[in-house]
């Protein structure tokens, strides 16, 4: 995944600019960078890896040292950025989130159209950002550009592009992720996280609707391109990697996560001691249903923050299980010979939370019930990069299925998709079972989607059910 934040100002802009870059730092764990624009001294631009120490601590020296009145900010999982375009547009910085499918198909059109060649490589692969910046270098202008390179994208792409005139904020073609905009005396920023720039001043201005392109400038925001009529928002942003002060699309996150825990009890008939959250993305959803059950509310083991204050995780499987049960810290006389059940905001691969559940029993629990607060994951996703993971087979869901389609079964998905059927029941027995949890139970699609409260058509649930868009 990965955050940006950016800020047009009257005055230097950096303070802002890194405060604000680095409230995304739980969008991502392996890159970060800043670029300004000083009309004295024109662009400048710092990026860093901070898998192994925190945003501020690894630009703490640039702060001080970098100067301009316009800046762009990003923390990402994957590519290194901003980075520094020189076209014949002019000197640009650019930042991207989002997820290109068709990569070397892009590729090998830019090669077939004219020479150009790439300097950023990030894994041995090509540079998203970079891609994304020659694709925009093929046309006339800007914001023609922009349009062109949403349009050839296979998956998603929001940007953010600083010129010596102002910052272009562009949202993908069908809003899969948020642009917000906030506004204080003599400054405008624009934010991936609505939160990020509270604390700096800022107040809400607007969000930017999907496809929306805007310039941004110390006097306003300017509309370049009227956003589309059709939205295909994340739902799993509310789910999960959304902060808890965020909203998007005027939903508050904390609130959705509320109302999944209260529609997860409503549905429920587990008596368990008590209710608890993994944390941290899932004590708003244990909140809710505590308070709608009216079985207690309890921490029986805490995240340990002092040395892990970050979601960094090693590449290997085995150490990322490892690393996060040791993050977790057992509260002995809340879990001995108790009945707790348990709500996560997703169970992907299943192996964390299975390690989770051994340790409690380990620790004296009688019984552990498992509530995600999402359906069963059965398909990848293609529109944001969430993950590298490699195929679906990955998730449980799927591997489940593959067992039953190895003894000689029939799958078809529709069937496993939907939570009244017998299929679903058994697949959901298996996983159950085959992560030692006392009990299983889902929220439903139906019932996450009125969590959000918004119009199911506008809202992209194709990581449960499959439904393209």
């Known amino acids: 995944?990965?955050?940006?934040?950016?800020?047009?100002?009257?005055?230097?802009?950096?303070?802002?600019?890194?405060?604000?870059?680095d409230y995304h730092s739980h969008l991502g764990t392996r890159r970060a960078g800043m670029?300004?624009?000083?009309?004295?001294?024109?662009?400048?631009?710092?990026?860093?890896?901070?898998?192994?120490?925190?945003?501020?601590?690894?630009f703490d020296k640039e702060v001080s040292q970098m100067h301009g009145s316009l800046g762009i900010g990003s923390i990402s999982d994957f590519e290194p950025q901003p980075l520094i375009i020189r076209s014949h547009h002019g000197p640009y910085a650019i930042v991207t989130v989002g997820r290109i499918n068709n990569v070397d198909k892009l590729v090998e059109d830019l090669f077939s159209s004219g020479h150009t060649h790439f300097m950023e490589m990030s894994g041995g692969d090509i540079n998203a950002t970079e891609?994304?910046?020659?694709?925009i270098d093929q046309k006339d202008n800007l914001v023609e550009g922009i349009q062109y390179a949403q349009s050839v994208i296979e998956g998603s792409m929001t940007m953010m592009i600083l010129t010596p005139k102002g910052i272009y904020a562009a949202r993908d073609a069908l809003g899969r992720t948020p642009v917000s905009i906030g506004r204080k005396e003599g400054a405008y920023?624009?934010?991936?996280?609505?939160?990020a720039y509270l604390n700096l001043g800022y107040v809400a201005d607007r969000e930017l609707g999907p496809g929306e392109i805007a310039v941004v400038t110390p006097e306003g925001v300017h509309t370049l391109v009227q956003p589309g009529k059709n939205?295909?928002?994340?739902?799993?942003?509310?789910?999960?990697?959304?902060?808890?002060?965020?909203?998007?699309?005027?939903?508050?996150?904390?609130?959705?996560?509320?109302?999944?825990?209260?529609?997860?009890?409503?549905?429920?008939d587990a008596r368990p001691d008590i209710v608890a959250g993994v944390p941290d993305s899932g004590i708003a959803h244990a909140?809710?249903?505590?308070?709608?059950?009216?079985?207690p509310f309890s921490r029986p083991f805490i995240k340990y923050t002092p040395t892990w204050p970050r979601s960094f995780m090693p590449t290997i499987q085995t150490k990322r299980d490892l690393i996060a049960r040791m993050k977790l810290i057992p509260v002995q006389d809340l879990i001995q010979d108790k009945s707790l059940l348990l709500i996560d905001d997703s169970i992907v691969r299943g192996t964390q939370l299975r390690e989770t559940t051994k340790f409690l029993y380990q620790s004296g629990a009688r019984e552990v019930h498992i509530r995600p607060a999402c359906p069963p994951l059965l398909f990848g996703c293609k529109y944001l990069n969430f993950s590298r993971s490699a195929s679906e087979m990955?998730?449980?869901?799927?591997?489940?299925m593959k067992e039953m389609e190895q003894e000689g079964r029939k799958i078809d998905l529709k069937y496993y998709v939907d939570p009244d059927t017998a299929e679903y029941k058994e697949m959901i027995e298996r996983i159950g079972k085959k992560l030692n949890f006392t009990s299983l139970r889902y929220h439903r699609l139906d019932d996450m989607i009125a969590s959000i409260g918004i119009d199911r058509d506008k809202v992209c649930t194709y990581c449960w059910d499959g439904a393209e868009g």
């Open 394 to 400: 990955d998730l449980i869901a799927r591997r489940v």
């Open 287 to 295: 909140i809710g249903y505590a308070n709608r059950s009216g079985i």
């Open 189 to 195: 920023c624009v934010s991936f996280e609505s939160f």
């Open 131 to 135: 891609l994304v910046a020659s694709i």
């Open 1 to 21: 995944m990965g955050g940006f934040f950016g800020v047009a100002s009257k005055d230097d802009c950096v303070f802002d600019l890194y405060f604000g870059t």
């Open 35 to 58: 670029a300004v624009y000083d009309k004295k001294e024109g662009f400048d631009r710092a990026i860093h890896n901070i898998e192994n120490a925190p945003f501020r601590t690894k």
């Open 231 to 268: 939205m295909k928002i994340c739902a799993f942003l509310w789910v999960y990697y959304g902060y808890p002060s965020s909203s998007y699309e005027g939903i508050s996150v904390e609130k959705m996560r509320y109302n999944c825990g209260t529609l997860l009890a409503e549905r429920d």
